[in-house]
């Protein structure tokens, strides 16, 4: 150990600035002790004998060094992990779903609401002299069988002002059934009705007509249906449908029509494309007192369905042989519906293009129109094509709209102008005119439904006729609006409206011009609005009182040329439920 070293132990560490400095003083101490010691050497050296003795109680003393012998250690924060394997796992482009199956959800203490086998219900309309009556009867609830039979009458004894007796007569007895197999169904209907009506649009002031037999016309059907349908859940099998139905109908003068009608429709699943066909048979037979005429229908419908997550889409081709007065005519017809949701179900435009063969038969002509002639010159409509596009959707959970505008071609439609040129002279009676005709249609829908308290539907549609021929389209109303509102307060008081405007239109009169001759003119009809009102009042389940008001507007419009409608009339009367 050197000197440094004794002194470092002896003096504890001081700052830097303090160790240089006392580093200073030893070094000259040292220097000065070593001259000191040569001094002496050198006297000794000489035969100069010098001693000195110096006693003292310090004994200068050396501690042992503290040293650290740990080594220094870099710890890593970033964990090893072990056994790190590298690799692709693979997977199907389209995995099987496998539905895992779960228990029925039940509910628990909440019994089925009673069923009642039967509802009569019973009305007056004092003004007109209207008595109402309807009355529906049926099996409550089962399994595998319904069945029931429902009953109607309502009639008029009313002479309205300026024209003839305008009595009607509408009687109606239906009987159903419907048994439920396994994997099918067979449903079997039987109409009758019975309808009577009166010529009352002729001038009271110029005939003069006592027995209101003479202008009375009753039209009377028979009519059953049968009908079979598959259910069943595999798509491999072809569902089926297939309705046989026969009718008969006639009037008072023996004119009868008869008609065989038999639909057969099938559908199955081809990967994931469905597959429709549709078979139409329709065969008519007329019999009139000056003719008798005979035409068979055949249409065969083949149709795609295919669809994604966002689009739906509906490809056919309709053919048609329609077999008419011994001649016989091919019609084909392009199917094609096509929408894309674009959110939520709320945005959904859609488009496409269709078409078909309009059979104008004597019995669909003379419930249009009830006043048109004994003897009607039938013809067909061919609907060559109808292009159309719209919007609909969904505006919230209560509200739905649909808005749509078409274009379609049509062959031979049907038109009604008052008979001027008939044996009878009171020109009561109503021809069919037929002319190709194209027609642009505008239409709109809005519903409302709040639960079972509010339900509301406003529809409209604006048409535009252009006949090829005809000067004018006749008794075809330029827009017609639909109204209608259900109100429940508290299944106490139910409110029903109905208001429905017709527009402008056109009917071909017979008119004197300066020469004194007769000619025939168009002639503009003025629209109209017809708005009804109906409270019912439920004492209990099985008893409640309604009164209804017509016509509240109290017009006297024409729907058709010289026939008149009644102005404001009510009715009241009671609901009851007897068994």
Known sequence: MNSIDLVQDICPAKPASASKKLKRKVEWILILMLLLGYV???????????????????????????????????????????????????APMFPKYEAQPITAAKMQNEPLPKLYHSLLKV????????????????????????????????????????????????????????????????????????????????????????????????????????????????????NHDIKLAYYNFQNLNREEENNIKLNANGNM?????????????????????NDTVNDLILTINPSFEAHGDKWHADVGLGATIDNFKKSTRFYFYPQLNVNYDIYENMIVPYAGINGGLIKNSFRSLSRENPFVDTTIRYANTNNKYNAFVGLRGN?????????????????????????????????????????????????????????????????????????????????????????????????KIILRADLVFMGKQWALTQVTDTAGNAVLKPKQLKGYADINLEVEYRYTKMLSFFVRFNNIANQRYYRWERYPSQRFNGMIGLTFVPF
């Not at 549709?278 to 007192?289: A, G, K």
Request: hydrophobic share 30%; proline share 3%.
């Open 40 to 90: 002496a050497v050198s006297l000794g050296q000489s035969g100069t004998d010098i001693s000195f003795s110096a006693k003292s109680g310090f004994v200068p003393t050396i501690k042992d060094a503290i040293k650290f012998a740990d080594l220094p250690e870099i710890k890593d924060t970033v964990k090893r992990i072990d056994n790190v394997k590298y690799g692709i796992a693979s």
């Open 123 to 238: 009305g007056y309309g004092p003004l007109y002299n209207m008595p109402y009556g309807e009355f529906w009867i049926g099996n409550t609830r089962s399994r595998d069988v319904s069945y029931g039979a429902h009953l109607k009458h309502f009639s008029s004894t009313t002479h309205l002002k300026d024209v003839g007796y305008g009595g009607f007569s509408d009687n109606l007895i239906s009987v159903f059934g419907k048994k439920m197999y396994k994997k099918h169904s067979l449903k079997g209907d039987f109409n009758y009705e019975r309808n009577v009506v009166h010529y009352y649009g002729y001038d009271t002031s110029i005939n003069h007509i006592k027995d209101n037999n003479y202008t009375k016309q009753r039209y009377q059907l028979f009519e059953p249906k049968l009908q079979l349908t598959s259910h069943y859940t595999d798509s491999t099998h072809m």
């Open 269 to 289: 699943f081809i990967n994931k494309e469905k597959l429709n066909i549709n078979f139409l048979t329709d065969f008519y037979n007329h019999r009139q007192s």
């Open 395 to 491: 505006l919230s959970s209560n509200t739905s709209y649909d808005a749509k505008v078409s274009y379609g071609q049509y062959d031979s439609m049907h038109y009604y102008v008052v008979d001027y040129n008939g044996p009878n002279q009171l020109y009561n009676h109503f021809n069919v005119l037929y002319d190709n005709t194209s027609l642009v249609t505008v239409s709109g829908q809005l519903k409302y439904q709040l639960k079972e308290k509010i339900n509301l539907i406003a529809k409209g549609n604006y048409y535009l006729y252009k006949p090829k021929n005809l000067t004018r389209a006749y008794h075809k109303p330029d827009y017609d609006l639909t109204f209608s509102g259900i109100y429940n307060l508290q299944s």
